[in-house]
């Protein structure tokens, strides 16, 4: 019998052209590398053999900057043709959001999530969903307290804006999900006067994880699961740049062992809810929510 995971992102790249500084995967920064399909065709073979996944997520980065990303789309779907499949993207190529997308997405009943951080184009993500999906029989948030709830922020920095997903479902069932995410939780990595980066946490790993919002975000990177998306892309982001930590927690950074199709996947599975020493590079608390803070420009500080 397979094992089982309820939830898993398939991560694609770590190119985005967008600089979020609260960016969970690193990708504020310039962070390169996409993965190429071919050159991991036969870790998700292997993988898919031994695993069913009730919800596939394809993320990055932003999924439709790699080269490969309707191929991504089309193999994971056929490797796991039971799981509900959704879509990721800042939705700033929507050129990429073909038909062919659409048919795979109908095959799943599944979801084309848009994640919207400038209400001046929630309006045009909003028209792009009508032409993308069939007829409409499900539509359940108004856009205008958005819009009013975002001029007061202007003006009041007191003003907390919020996330609110809409959710819109065609007579097919696929569904486009505008996602206006505002409020958010600070990057494990700062960048202190222009000049170096360092590891903003060192945290109790139990407490860290007993309040983490990302610690059931398992993902698949490379053919290889990871409990989480800082330990999936920590190791590269640190071949590629110079962090200010210790040896001892560079260390530990490099030292998480990822689920591999050759190794108990049973086994894994069973224990990947459990806290992890790597935990201790997250927050203990979220007190500190903020709005969206974007930068004009990647962040290059002392790349490798």
């Known amino acids: ?19 979020c500084t609260h960016c969970q995967s690193l990708n504020n920064f310039a962070f390169k590398g996409h993965q ?7 870790e998700y073979r292997r993988l898919s053999g031994q695993l069913d996944i ?6 990055g980065g932003e999924p439709t900057l790699n080269p490969d990303f309707e191929k991504w789309v089309e193999e994971i779907s056929k490797l796991w043709p039971n799981a509900k499949l959704q879509i990721a993207t800042n939705g700033t190529r929507l050129d990429k959001l073909t038909k062919e997308i659409y048919q795979i ?20 993500f909003l028209d792009f969903s009508k032409t993308f999906l ?19 922020s202007k003006t009041d920095p007191t003003v907390k804006l919020k996330t609110v997903s809409r959710t819109i479902i065609d007579e097919n069932g696929v569904e486009v999900i505008l996602d206006w995410s505002q409020s958010f939780v600070s ?11 360092t590891m903003k946490y060192n945290s109790d790993p139990v407490q860290a994880h007993d309040i983490c919002y990302f610690k059931n975000c398992h993902q698949i990177n490379k053919g290889k699961i990871y409990k989480c998306p800082l330990v999936s892309v ?34 894994f599975v069973n224990t990947i809810a459990d806290p992890i020493p ?17 930068t004009e420009k990647k962040i290059k500080i002392i790349p490798r």
Not at 54 to 59: A, E, L, R, S
């Open 278 to 294: 790597q935990c201790k590079f997250c927050p203990s608390n979220y007190d500190n929510k903020h709005n969206f803070i974007g």
């Open 105 to 124: 997405l109908l095959k799943h009943k599944g979801t084309l999530w848009i994640t919207c951080h400038d209400i001046e184009l929630y309006d045009g």
């Open 187 to 197: 990057s494990v990595i700062d960048l202190l006067d222009n000049q170096s980066l």
């Open 36 to 42: 190429r399909w071919e050159d991991h065709e036969n």
């Open 54 to 59: 009730d919800q596939i997520q394809i993320i």
């Open 1 to 19: 019998m397979k094992s089982r995971l309820k939830y898993a992102e398939v991560y694609i790249t770590n190119v985005c052209n967008y600089s």
């Open 134 to 152: 069939n007829k409409i029989v499900s539509d359940n948030v108004s856009n205008n307290d958005l819009k009013h709830e975002y001029e007061k």
């Open 234 to 267: 920590l190791p590269d982001f640190l071949d590629q740049f110079d962090v200010n930590m210790s040896d001892d927690d560079k260390a530990l950074a490099y030292s998480y062992q990822p689920l591999t199709a050759d190794k108990n996947v049973s086994e």
